[in-house]
């Protein structure tokens, strides 16, 4: 873009922004020009977008960004949304700890009370769940959550919801899907100036029974039985902390310990470099607390509490083994078929095709779907559990129609301490359904860009020129989403890979699996063939495809 539209550009958008901080921001860049072009254009690139889960992008001033005056149309967009499908009912809006979460939470409650809609507020920074569950328990019409989840902290985000009477059956309390979030990005487009959105009163502050009744739901989810366990734990510097512990109390399990230096939220996340549990290193604090403490088990939330990791003891004493979201996903299908829970049990196309495989032997029905949670819970008539391979799991749909790292947290305590009971461990059970089923390792490899075009390119390139061979095998279907999806599937005799961009980071992600048979009841050889398959094979293969490193 020319310069000179890009300062007409910055210069309407700061007559516009009611936030003093930004618009001070923006005119720094102003004054900077022509150096600060670049960093001008990135931030007028183009208004944020609804990604995998909501609005999300750097706390920074633009339409490119997440700030006051972003938040302010996106709540007039929704509600505008809202009154033109000419349903009533409340707005439910909670928040996490990260920098700005408060202010737009509050700054939507203001649009909402402006346009005649009660906007409802949850009492304090509390896990993505709760307000998932608020939103069905309070029939509301809409939920509005703000977090950037498990993002740098640099980032925030906007999750939006609809209730029974707009999002239908399977999506009620579930986050939007197309059309509505194109109806709701046009809403917001059409909402004009930020400055002219009127605000009204702040809205109804909700007390804490709306946190009890999640807290005794998410504790009713797993049965009576056995509760000798201990669990070492952290909400890594987010706000599952609390919710956790009291529902674990709840349920009749001691309270966690908790890695201290992570225990309470803050905006800063200052012991990790990236607060996602899916990180190198972002479970280091809560590995030791777990040898300290000789856990059982060791439970990280992400810092919203929707997503759930865990280790379990290693072969070694004192060593940890961190399950993948995969191994916990199948762990906890697995459980709760055998506890009879009827339904479809349902994961995403990037997750192991290990639970498909579980399902047919079981006979029990099973659904695939896009990448995303609001698809998972979408994924079938009757739901009766959901994963996907990035740490989220449903456990209780009629609870929660999202991920919710709180009751996949109780429920894997109950399958924890079930099994110890009878003198076994989750290790054991992961043994048994390797041996039954070979073992499925699936890995991921991503890239991580300033540029998104490097995306787009990447993109291209391989669907122009996919590998013709994948560990010695030849790739024998290339099967291609688009338009539906930017999705790209290669597969193999041994090995499937899947790539696409994230919709919720400037990351594209591939994601792998290798199925290795265990033959003559030889499952160690299995595992180490499986291993030596991904870290000396496939991984190095789809890295230098994607130039990765
Ligand atoms: O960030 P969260 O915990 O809200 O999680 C969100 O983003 C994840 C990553 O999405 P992507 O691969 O597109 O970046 C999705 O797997 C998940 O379903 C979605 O709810
Ligand atoms: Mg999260």
Redesign the pocket.
């Known amino acids: 873009m020319a310069t000179d539209d890009l300062r007409r550009l910055a210069e309407t958008w700061l007559a516009d922004d009611p936030d003093p901080g930004a618009r001070d921001e923006i005119r720094d860049l102003l004054a900077r020009l022509p150096d600060s072009a670049a960093e001008l254009a990135d931030r007028f690139a183009g208004p944020l977008t609804f ?3 909501g609005l999300r992008g750097r706390l920074r001033a633009g339409p490119n960004g997440m700030n006051l005056a972003v938040v302010t149309r996106a709540a007039a967009g929704l509600i505008g949304w809202l009154g033109a499908q000419g349903e009533p009912g409340p707005l439910v809006i909670g928040y996490d700890a990260r920098y700005g979460s408060r202010d737009f939470a509050e700054q939507t409650a203001r649009v909402a009370t402006a346009a005649g809609r009660e906007a409802l507020l949850l009492p304090g920074p509390l896990p ?1 769940p709760v307000l998932a569950y608020a939103v069905r328990r309070l029939d509301a019409v809409a939920g509005v959550m703000v977090t950037a ?3 740098p902290p640099q980032d925030n985000g906007y ?1 939006v919801y609809l209730g029974a009477r707009l999002g239908g059956p399977a999506g009620a309390g579930a ?1 939007i899907v197309p059309p509505a979030d194109a109806g709701i990005e046009a809403a917001i487009r059409a909402a004009g100036a930020a400055a002219e959105v009127p605000l009204g009163e702040p809205g109804t502050l909700l007390d804490q029974t709306i946190v009890q009744g999640y807290v005794d739901s998410a504790a009713a989810v797993v049965p009576a039985g056995s509760r000798e366990l201990t669990v070492a734990y952290t909400p890594l510097h987010g706000v599952g902390g609390q919710v956790l512990a009291a529902t674990f109390t709840a349920a009749g399990f001691a309270a966690p310990a908790v890695v201290a230096e992570q225990a309470e939220p803050d905006p800063d996340f200052p012991t990790v470099a990236f607060p996602n549990p899916e990180e190198p290193g972002a479970m280091d604090l809560l590995l030791a607390l777990a040898a300290r403490t000789d856990a059982d088990l060791a439970i990280a939330n ?1 810092p ?1 509490a ?2 759930c990791a865990i280790a379990i003891p290693g072969a070694e004493p004192g060593r940890w083994r961190p399950l993948s979201g995969d191994e916990l996903g199948v762990l906890l299908a697995d459980h709760l078929i055998r506890r009879g829970v009827a339904g479809t049990y349902a994961t995403t196309i990037v997750s192991s095709t290990l639970l498909r495989a579980l399902c047919a032997a079981r006979g029990v029905p099973y659904a695939e779907t896009l ?4 698809w ?1 819970v979408r994924g079938a008539e009757g739901l009766a559990y959901g994963y ?1 391979e ?1 740490l ?1 799991y449903c456990v209780a749909p009629e609870l929660v129609r ?2 919710d790292g709180i009751t996949a947290a109780v429920t894997v305590a109950d399958l924890a301490a079930t099994l110890k009971a009878e003198g076994r461990s989750l290790a054991d059970r992961l043994d048994e359904l390797d041996a039954e089923f070979g073992v499925h390792r699936t890995g991921q490899v991503s890239l991580r860009v300033e540029d998104l075009g490097r995306i787009t390119a990447t993109m291209a390139r391989i669907r122009q020129d996919p590998p013709k061979s994948l560990l010695g095998d030849p790739v024998t279907e290339v099967e291609d989403r688009l338009p539906d999806a930017d999705v790209l599937t290669l597969r193999t005799a041994r090995a499937r890979v899947v790539i ?1 961009p ?4 400037p ?1 594209l ?1 591939a994601y792998l699996e290798v199925v290795e048979p265990v033959t003559g009841g030889d499952l160690a050889a299995a595992r180490a063939r499986a291993v030596a398959a991904m870290e000396s094979g496939l991984r190095p293969e789809i890295s230098a495809a994607l130039g990765v490193g």
Request: no cysteine; hydrophobic share 15%.
């Open positions: 990604g995998t889960a993505t989840s498990h993002n999750k986050q992400d919203d929707d997503r990448t995303g949670f609001k998972i996907e990035a989220g999202d991920k696409r994230s919709g919720t980071e990351k992600k």
